[in-house]
């Protein structure tokens, strides 16, 4: 009760891929202030430290990172601590949710 047994010769791996589809990835790059998003750090591909962000201050971390799912609602998560560089499309998502959130037309 409860099993089932896999027919000879069927890739239950393969087959559970090709369902999914394709992996789409992409690449981001953000500025995060110093001392916060762990989590965007630690998958990071590439940091530059002390990069000047907004209102000319350098305390913010130029940070590079890929990700498989939709990044906008992860990015928004971290409130003021991240701005969006690249690319074009997701800064622009970014800014279209908050927009929407502040009650403003864009």
Request: proline share 6%; hydrophobic share 40%; charged share 25%.
């Given at each position: ?74 990015l928004l998560s971290y409130g003021a601590d991240v701005v969006v ?6 800064r622009d998502e970014v800014r279209r949710r908050l927009t929407a ?6």
């Amino acid at each position: 009760p409860g099993g089932y047994l896999v027919p000879e010769g069927v890739d239950v791996r393969a087959a559970t891929r090709r369902l999914a589809g394709a992996r789409i990835e992409r690449r981001l790059t953000v500025l995060v202030r110093a001392g916060s998003g762990h989590g965007l750090r630690r998958g990071a591909t590439a940091t530059a430290t002390g990069v000047t962000g907004p209102g000319g201050l350098t305390d913010w971390d130029r940070v590079e990172l890929v990700r498989s799912a939709d990044p906008v609602a992860e990015l928004l998560s971290y409130g003021a601590d991240v701005v969006v560089l690249e690319p074009a499309e997701v800064r622009d998502e970014v800014r279209r949710r908050l927009t929407a959130l502040a009650g403003e037309s864009p």
